[in-house]
């Protein structure tokens, strides 16, 4: 156990639905992240939330919505995705370190692999 | 744009064996290096974290090295259990602050008993 939550596991969605993945984590970090890990391609960085605070968007289609609501909770909100979406999603926290210094470990939930069909 | 490679991309070892898996990066203005393993369908477990002014770090079994000049870093397995068996990714994080860590594709290492 990580200490980073992800819910659901497993999510098979159509092309018209609308879902929301969930992630929590219990380590008291201060920054969150989603990942897209996608078959033979390497992990790709969707977005990064530092204080609650949106500060990074790493030009993802706007049919993935990130949303968070205190330092614990992170949620990415799908509508209308496409079947090329289909990968493991996932969630990481680090604590945030003074300005002008890198962050550190990620500690990364176990995934939601998601389906679209 | 840095990217990062791992050398070979599938491996498969009888146990006991010692083994090294290789990670390259293009851009040497590095922060710092990390190693994860991932089993099938789960998350990333963090293994070992190398700063760029250090030359290696030990976690049991697990050594890891970084030449930043050179852009490489190696994980050294020592007698390898079927346990170890996974996906291990190498992760180097720029050196300017900031968030982003480039991954490598990874290797999937099978240790058979």
């Known amino acids: 156990e990580t200490g980073v939550t992800q819910t659901p596991r497993h999510l098979v969605m159509g092309m018209t639905n609308k879902k929301s993945l969930k992630c929590e984590q219990h380590?008291?970090?201060?920054?969150m992240y989603w990942y897209k890990q996608s078959a033979k391609k390497p992990l790709e960085l969707m977005f990064v939330y530092s204080l609650e605070e949106r500060v990074e968007n790493n030009s993802v289609p706007s049919r993935f919505s990130p949303e968070c609501p205190n330092s614990s909770h992170l949620f990415l909100h799908l509508h209308t995705l496409q079947p090329e979406d289909s990968a493991l999603y996932l969630c990481a926290s680090s604590q945030d370190p003074p300005m002008g210094q890198a962050r550190e470990k990620l500690f990364f939930g176990s995934g939601t692999q998601l389906s679209v069909l | 744009k840095q990217e990062v490679t791992q050398i070979p991309a599938a491996l498969s070892v009888p146990e006991g064996e010692n083994l090294v898996l290789n990670c390259s990066f293009t851009d040497s203005a590095i922060y710092n290096l990390q190693w994860f393993r991932q089993d099938p369908g789960k998350g990333l477990t963090s293994l070992l974290l190398i700063q760029s002014s250090q030359r290696e770090q030990t976690s049991g079994r697990l050594n890891a090295s970084l030449d930043k000049s050179s852009g490489r870093s190696t994980l050294y397995i020592a007698a390898s259990q079927p346990g170890d068996s996974a996906t291990y990714l190498c992760?180097?994080?720029?050196?300017?602050?900031?968030?982003?860590?480039?991954f490598g594709e990874g290797t999937q290492l099978t240790v058979n008993p």
């Open positions: 992760a180097v994080r720029r050196e300017t602050s900031g968030s982003r860590l480039t």
């Open positions: 380590l008291g970090h201060n920054a």
